[in-house]
């Protein structure tokens, strides 16, 4: 398995309050991507990131903030948080080069905004 | 935005028969189609792809078969096995600098021993 870690596993917060999903990798890989998987619309991409403090937007990525300080670490941040936040989040990773969409997942975050 | 949908949300297989999952697309302007298997509680594994310029691609067990005229992409397994109880989603890749994979809503395939 890829060397990806996610933090909290599980959370159960509060509207309005912040968030913050932690992702580590230990495979030196350039790029780290952040998804949220739903019922009935698969996976889709938040915010991707390229290099350090280099990011992007994904599809869904309005109440998102994203950081990247270190190549091992990509955080993701809900401000305040809402309860259609309410998602499985997983991060994942892809080397240097490829465009053949091989990502490596981590095993998620379970986030519950009451 | 994009659109990757599957034609069914369940299959049920005996163990030892092929399965065929199908998938369609949308968008003409994907670089590889992909496939994603994901076990319970766990994130999506790679599969296998294939790059939009060819037809078919074989891995061990599985070949993916792409029809660009209908916009048609199919993950074929061999000798099902419980193993192979999972969801799987196809994907679409666009290289935008990174890989943006657009993914389907899945299918669940269930293998009866």
């Known amino acids: 398995d890829a060397g990806i870690t996610q933090s909290p596993r599980h959370k159960v917060t509060e509207t309005g309050t912040p968030v913050t999903l932690r992702c580590h990798q230990t495979e030196n890989h350039r790029y780290m991507y952040w998804y949220r998987q739903d019922p009935g619309h698969g996976l889709r991409l938040i915010h991707y990131s390229y290099g350090v403090k280099d990011t992007d937007k994904g599809e869904v990525s309005d109440g998102y903030s994203v950081s990247r300080s270190k190549t091992e670490d990509f955080l993701l941040t809900l401000e305040s948080a809402t309860s259609s936040q309410t998602s499985v989040y997983f991060c994942?990773?892809?080397?240097?080069?490829?465009?053949?969409?091989?990502?490596?997942f981590g095993e998620g975050s379970r986030l519950t905004v009451l | 935005g994009e659109s990757v949908g599957l034609h069914l949300p369940t299959l049920s297989v005996q163990e030892g028969d092929n399965s065929i999952i199908n998938c369609a697309y949308s968008n003409s302007a994907s670089d590889y189609f992909i496939w994603y298997k994901q076990e319970s509680g766990k994130g999506p594994q790679f599969i296998i792809d294939i790059r939009s310029n060819m037809d078919k691609r074989q891995g061990q067990r599985v070949t993916v078969l792409l029809n660009k005229t209908v916009k048609h992409l199919s993950l074929q397994i061999a000798a099902t096995q419980p193993g192979d109880s999972a969801v799987y989603f196809c994907a679409e890749n666009i290289w935008t600098g990174a890989n943006n994979l657009f993914f389907g809503t899945g299918t669940r395939l269930t293998v009866i021993p």
């Open positions: 994942a990773i892809s080397e240097e080069i490829t465009d053949a969409g091989e990502l490596f």
